[in-house]
């Protein structure tokens, strides 16, 4: 059974940083197309950023500079770090993946390109 389950979010004040984790269980993240995306209150689901299969990344120009997604092979896990964060970040944010690596169908950052989700963790930045 394919599973996403998404830790680390928090509190921070706004400058500050947070790593997301999204362990993976019954698929490989190497291979797959792993995923974060946000929700903030009354507002759509956005993509964040990704890491496809060949490790080639895509960022939303929001979190450019900011935000780095990455992989850990042996904990078969997705991170995003995440550096000089500002309320405009806060957010409920999710882990998703496709597991054939290919996450290009609608766009890399299109929530109809992934198709397994996490549960989400809150972050929140204040001023």
């Known amino acids: 059974q394919v599973n996403l389950v998404e830790s680390g979010g928090g509190s921070v004040q706004a400058g500050g940083s947070l790593r997301l984790s999204c362990k993976a269980s019954?698929?490989?993240?190497?291979?797959?197309?792993g995923a974060w995306f946000r929700q903030a209150p009354g507002k759509e689901r956005e993509g964040v950023a990704i890491m496809d299969g060949d490790g080639d990344t895509t960022y939303a120009d929001s979190v450019k500079g900011r935000f780095t997604v990455s992989k850990d092979y042996a904990e078969n896990t997705l991170y995003l770090e995440m550096t000089s964060l500002k309320p405009e970040d806060t957010a409920m944010y999710y882990c998703a993946a496709e597991e054939d690596g290919y996450c290009y169908t609608f766009g890399p950052l299109d929530q109809r390109s992934h198709h397994t989700w996490g549960q989400g963790t809150q972050v929140t930045v204040s001023s």
């Open positions: 019954g698929f490989s993240i190497t291979s797959a197309c």
